[in-house]
């Protein structure tokens, strides 16, 4: 029987068997048998395969052993999980993101906290000047899900945070145009903090703000999983965002 999920996720990638045995060096026409045939790969090349395809294992068979380590997996992505956000070490954010080779992302409503933090701002400028990705998306203040989220959690201000803290990123427009500054309208379950390999996961807890709720300290493992959920959440809404604009910052 045929592996009908690998021959998708290979199309959904926009790769092909050939480029997937060269990527994890096994004979092409073993990969074929993998998806003609149905064989089931050694662990190993079922792990680097996953990577390779950005999905998880379990996604593309169904062997036991393969769920059982994939869980396992998945748990050992979870460095440590705090209460509180407040209870996160305070320089824990600022280590994070310095340690940035490749890029910084964070997905938040408005995280005015972070934006009021002199250290964070010259990591942002040091690492744009390092050529690395840097990414910071707000919500839109005008959207219904920022107008919702104030709601939740028990105010209707979220809006002007949001705009206070695009006035604390102002200066960085200028000066480092290669910062990604963009605004999103999704409903966002969780604010992610993400350095390369590396995120915090902040949750969102109805009722409370932020700050009170817990914080996921995840690090990437390949074929784990639980970090590229959360990474991935961070694609699609910087591919649904927009750029700021003045109307933004000063409101109206």
Known sequence: MSNERLRSALLARGATALELAEAIQVNPKTVERW???GKVPYRR????????LKVDVTTL??????????????KAE???VYPHRHMVPAGLWREMYARAERQLDVLVY??????????FLGILRAKSEARIRVRILLGDPDCPAVRQRGIDEGHRIMDGKIRNALVNYQPLFKSHPDIGFRLHDATLYNSLYRSDDEMLVNTHVY?????????????????????DTYANSIEQTWGGARQVTAQDIIGG
């Open 45 to 52: 090349h079922q792990y680097a395969t996953a990577a390779f």
């Open 78 to 80: 979870i460095v440590t």
């Open 110 to 119: 408005a995280g005015l906290w972070l934006s009021e933090d002199p250290a």
């Open 35 to 37: 998806i003609t045939q």
């Open 207 to 227: 009722g409370i703000g932020a700050y009170m709720a817990p914080v996921l300290h995840l690090r990437r493992l390949p074929g784990g999983g639980l970090f």
């Open 61 to 74: 068979w169904d062997d036991s052993r393969a769920v059982e380590t994939a869980t396992d997996l998945s």
